[in-house]
């Protein structure tokens, strides 16, 4: 259990689920979610600001609430990076993995125009119309 007042932030929240888990990262990487199931099963996930009060928010769910929950994620959901929070050696991977990315879609592109271009000739070839030689 996690014992928060009503004076309790998101932020503060974040650090202490953080601490308790034992996660070394840095907890600007994370967000705190409302998660709302709607009637019709749709999921709506909404980033809670750093100074929401969480317990205020699940007072106004009221008891027994299925339809609500919090969710703590990493950032990423939001579409907001916060490339500050990262170390450098990260930042570096990060940089690997979509030059990685970007070299696999770059031989891709290259096999499809390749392969496409040896058909076009093909089909260029079969259709020339021959072409006869009188003596």
């Given at each position: 259990a996690?014992?928060?007042?009503?004076?309790t932030t998101v932020r503060e929240v974040i650090e202490a689920l953080l601490k308790k888990f034992?996660?070394?990262?840095?907890?600007?990487?994370?967000?705190?979610?409302?998660?709302?199931?709607?009637?019709?099963?749709?999921v709506l996930m909404r980033v809670?600001?750093?100074?929401?009060?969480?317990l205020h928010l699940s007072l106004e769910w009221g008891p027994n609430n299925s339809q609500h929950d919090f969710v703590l994620q990493e950032n990423e959901f939001t579409g907001e990076i916060?490339?500050?929070?990262?170390?450098?050696?990260?930042?570096h991977n990060f940089l690997t993995i979509l030059d990685r990315e970007e070299d696999e879609h770059l031989r891709q592109v290259m096999d499809r125009y390749n392969t496409y271009k040896e058909?076009?000739?093909?089909?260029?070839?079969?259709s020339a119309p021959a072409v006869q030689c009188s003596a």
């Open positions: 996690l014992h928060i007042t009503s004076d034992k996660v070394t990262d840095n907890p600007r990487k994370f967000a705190l979610f409302e998660k709302t199931i709607e009637q019709e099963g749709n809670l600001p750093d100074t929401e009060r969480p916060m490339w500050d929070a990262f170390s450098l050696p990260e930042l058909k076009l000739e093909q089909a260029l070839l079969n």
